[in-house]
């Protein structure tokens, strides 16, 4: 199967690092014009559009803290002001906080609700509003919400939120041929990942796959660029896993 995105239009969030990133890149390298969104790494954000660029695409850094309303609105009209259209949106932004619940401040838990929960809502409101009809929305979720992980209770609650987003905007949108879903890595290795952990607690994490090894950022972008293809117009609100059979 060869997937082409030429004359389509990505929004990515969280686009400057880690799999973000990766998913900026292989957007990019099918053929997607696509809006390379960061919120203070701007070095970072303008080395992934000028590899785009190099490899022939076309992509755009755009500044926005996803936590603030009017910034995401910034976000969706200064690509459509760049590319004309709006087509895929890769919800990818996120933070986490890895504290036993009875440890989490209130501002923690703001924070990261406005983040991961907040943040997603207003953008996939504003891709009801502005994304073109037959188009592809990816909430990037974690497979930690099948599994029981102290210190992970306030990160597991905010993706245990997207996947209920998801749902309910699958069906908002079916009738416009749009398709939204869900895609849920398992442990991946990125600086997110890695926060907090030890080497040891990587590898009992690693274990835990079928693999015996933690996942790559480009696996995950790999699996975007699938489920955001014309051939996958007959899958939305599902929750995909892509975990190495870390979690069923």
Same mark, same amino acid.
């Not at 660029?53 to 755009?62: D, Y």
């Not at 009017?70 to 760049?82: A, H, K, N, P, V």
């Not at 207003?122 to 009801?128: S, Y």
């Not at 899958?235 to 896993?241: A, K, L, T, V």
């Given at each position: ?159 245990? $939120? @997207? ?6 905007? +699958? ?5 416009? %041929? *749009?398709? &939204? /879903? ?40 790999? $699996? @975007? ?6 051939? +996958? ?5 599902? %929750? *995909?896993? &892509? /975990? ?5």
């Amino acid at each position: 199967m060869q997937i082409a995105l030429r004359n389509k239009t990505a929004i990515v969030t969280g686009a400057s690092r880690g799999i973000g990133r990766e998913i900026a890149l292989t957007l990019g390298r099918l053929g997607a014009g696509v809006a390379v969104n960061f919120g203070r790494n701007e070095h970072q954000a303008q080395e992934v559009v000028s590899e785009i660029i190099r490899l022939g695409g076309a992509a755009i850094p755009v500044q926005a803290d996803v936590r603030k309303r009017e910034q995401i609105d910034s976000l969706f009209d200064r690509t459509l002001e760049r590319f004309g259209t709006i087509d895929i949106l890769v919800n990818n932004a996120g933070i986490a906080v890895f504290k036993a619940i009875q440890d989490v401040t209130e501002e923690e838990f703001d924070n990261i609700f406005a983040c991961n929960v907040k943040g997603l809502f207003f953008a996939c409101q504003q891709a009801a509003k502005k994304m073109a009809d037959g188009g592809r929305i990816i909430n990037i979720s974690s497979s930690v919400t099948k599994v029981m992980m102290p210190t992970y209770g306030a990160y597991g609650a905010t993706k245990g $939120a @997207v996947e209920q987003i998801t749902k309910v905007l +699958a069906k908002e949108l079916g009738h416009r %041929n *749009i398709t &939204v /879903n869900t895609l849920s890595p398992g442990p991946v290795d990125t600086e997110l990942f890695r926060q907090g952990k030890s080497e040891q607690q990587i590898q009992q994490l690693a274990n835990m796959s079928a693999f015996g090894r933690i996942g790559t950022p480009m696996e995950i972008a790999d $699996a @975007v660029a699938l489920l955001v293809s014309e051939q +996958a117009g007959w899958i939305s609100g599902q %929750n *995909i896993c &892509v /975990n190495g059979g870390f979690v069923a």
